[in-house]
């Protein structure tokens, strides 16, 4: 099988519940937590490439840093977008499963199932 990678904030119960749900599978998948070791540009872009998004829609529009950095302003391109996610990483949408060349935001956890043969 290909390797797995899970972007995780263990904070979350989303993130805690994929995780558990691929565990429960018997797969050790390789954990990111991405608020300690926050993901480069060049890595979110590639990201956003497997999920198939552009980088509005990996954002977490609740957050306060989301208001403070007025991050709705629709005239804000990609790079802005991902610049701010690299700043902020509480930003970004969790939990993300990797699987080769393809990525699933884990929202509700069971659609990280979807990656699995």
Known sequence: MTD???Y???RCSKSRGALE???ARGLQP???RY???PPSAAELEELLAKLGIPA???LRSGEEEYKALNLD???LGEEQLIAAMVAHPRLIERPI???GDRAVIGRPPEKVLELLP
Do not use: I, Y
Request: proline share 8%.
């Open 8 to 10: 995780h904030n263990p």
């Open 4 to 6: 797995l990678t899970l």
């Open 56 to 58: 509005r829609q990996l």
């Open 30 to 32: 390789k954990v990111v």
């Open 35 to 37: 608020l300690e070791t």
């Open 21 to 23: 749900l691929l565990e």
């Open 73 to 75: 302003d629709p005239a």
């Open 97 to 99: 499963l990797v699987a």
